[in-house]
């Protein structure tokens, strides 16, 4: 029996791990999720440092250099190494503050889906009866249509522009948060500790945010990791279509819509901005599959 004993505290260090490490082992050990989390740190890193990293401003044109080809075709300039667009203007620095607009909506759109639909889920979750009913009947309505078409209209109401954007998609996100945090707080509601805690006299709020809303974050970070990148997806292609950022402003979505009438004869121009939010959107959703794996007990004992 000491011989395991000693055998175990070898492997463990003597310690159990802290919280930190054993997230990091079971994250670590998907690697598509450790690159997802490597390319998602040099874009944050790019949009952050935007203009340190930049070689040009976004607006500045050239008028004698326009729809230059990349440095790597005939006719290319080291100057600008992705080329330029119809205007002028440098592609690799519209890029890299693209980075930073495409990353504002998606932390926006989260933040604002995240508070709203986890606070109205856990009304609806933890109350139930003729209230959750309510409320879920709403959320079956949103979800009724799709999202980008809801999008499209609310955006058409409100007026085109990257707030209203911003606000139209995180309204069309909020109903999954919800029905995933209602579902959370009726699978704990029942659960011993917060029976107890409810006997020993805690308060309705005290139940419903420090008691049971803790053990209920991990599918809402994994969801919340999904709908960055959906908001992403969503921002670019309200730009695409004209009803999210405003030209000149240097938006992925944007500048797809800027550049498709060149798409036969500049190819960069459609195709950079297209690979942007392509590498974006796959790192983001690449680091949500290893949260799922890190953070789902189901998953760690298999």
């Given at each position: 029996m000491s011989t395991v004993q000693n055998t175990a505290d070898t492997k463990t260090g003597g310690t159990p791990p802290s919280g930190l490490s054993e997230f990091w082992f079971y994250f670590s050990r998907n690697k598509g999720a450790v690159i997802g989390l490597f390319v998602f740190m040099v874009i944050l890193f790019v949009a952050v440092f935007a203009p340190f990293v930049a070689p040009h401003s976004p607006s500045s044109q050239n008028r004698e250099l326009l729809l230059l080809p990349p440095v790597f075709q005939q006719g290319g300039m080291w100057g600008h190494i992705l080329g330029t667009d119809a205007v002028g203007r440098d592609i690799l620095s519209r890029l890299i503050y693209g980075a930073r607009f495409s990353l504002f909506i998606g932390l926006v759109v989260v933040t604002l889906s995240v508070v709203s639909g986890v606070l109205i889920g856990l009304v609806a979750g933890y109350f139930r009866g003729k209230v959750d009913t309510f409320?879920?009947?709403?959320?079956?309505?949103?979800?009724?249509?799709?999202?980008?078409?809801?999008?499209?209209?609310?955006?058409?109401?409100?007026?085109?522009?990257?707030?209203?954007?911003?606000?139209?998609?995180?309204?069309?996100?909020?109903?999954?948060?919800?029905?995933?945090?209602?579902?959370?707080?009726?699978?704990?509601?029942?659960?011993?500790?917060?029976?107890?805690?409810?006997?020993?006299?805690?308060?309705?709020?005290?139940?419903?945010?420090?008691?049971?809303?803790?053990?209920?974050?991990?599918?809402?970070?994994?969801q919340a990791t999904l709908a960055f990148s959906a908001a992403i997806l969503d921002a670019a292609a309200l730009g695409f279509l004209g009803m999210g950022a405003q030209p000149p402003t240097p938006e992925w979505g944007t500048m797809l819509a800027e550049a498709r009438e060149f798409i036969q004869r500049a190819w960069w121009v459609v195709t950079f901005p297209g690979l942007a939010i392509l590498i974006t959107v796959l790192a983001i959703n690449l680091m949500g599959d290893g949260l799922r794996d890190a953070l789902d007990p189901k998953l760690k004992r298999s």
């Amino acid at each position: 029996m000491s011989t395991v004993q000693n055998t175990a505290d070898t492997k463990t260090g003597g310690t159990p791990p802290s919280g930190l490490s054993e997230f990091w082992f079971y994250f670590s050990r998907n690697k598509g999720a450790v690159i997802g989390l490597f390319v998602f740190m040099v874009i944050l890193f790019v949009a952050v440092f935007a203009p340190f990293v930049a070689p040009h401003s976004p607006s500045s044109q050239n008028r004698e250099l326009l729809l230059l080809p990349p440095v790597f075709q005939q006719g290319g300039m080291w100057g600008h190494i992705l080329g330029t667009d119809a205007v002028g203007r440098d592609i690799l620095s519209r890029l890299i503050y693209g980075a930073r607009f495409s990353l504002f909506i998606g932390l926006v759109v989260v933040t604002l889906s995240v508070v709203s639909g986890v606070l109205i889920g856990l009304v609806a979750g933890y109350f139930r009866g003729k209230v959750d009913t309510f409320i879920m009947r709403i959320m079956d309505i949103i979800l009724a249509f799709p999202s980008l078409l809801l999008a499209l209209v609310l955006v058409a109401v409100l007026g085109p522009g990257l707030l209203n954007a911003m606000i139209a998609i995180s309204l069309v996100n909020q109903p999954h948060f919800v029905r995933l945090t209602r579902a959370a707080v009726m699978t704990e509601k029942s659960k011993d500790y917060v029976v107890g805690s409810k006997v020993a006299g805690a308060g309705t709020l005290r139940l419903m945010f420090l008691t049971i809303l803790p053990n209920c974050l991990a599918p809402l970070i994994v969801q919340a990791t999904l709908a960055f990148s959906a908001a992403i997806l969503d921002a670019a292609a309200l730009g695409f279509l004209g009803m999210g950022a405003q030209p000149p402003t240097p938006e992925w979505g944007t500048m797809l819509a800027e550049a498709r009438e060149f798409i036969q004869r500049a190819w960069w121009v459609v195709t950079f901005p297209g690979l942007a939010i392509l590498i974006t959107v796959l790192a983001i959703n690449l680091m949500g599959d290893g949260l799922r794996d890190a953070l789902d007990p189901k998953l760690k004992r298999s």
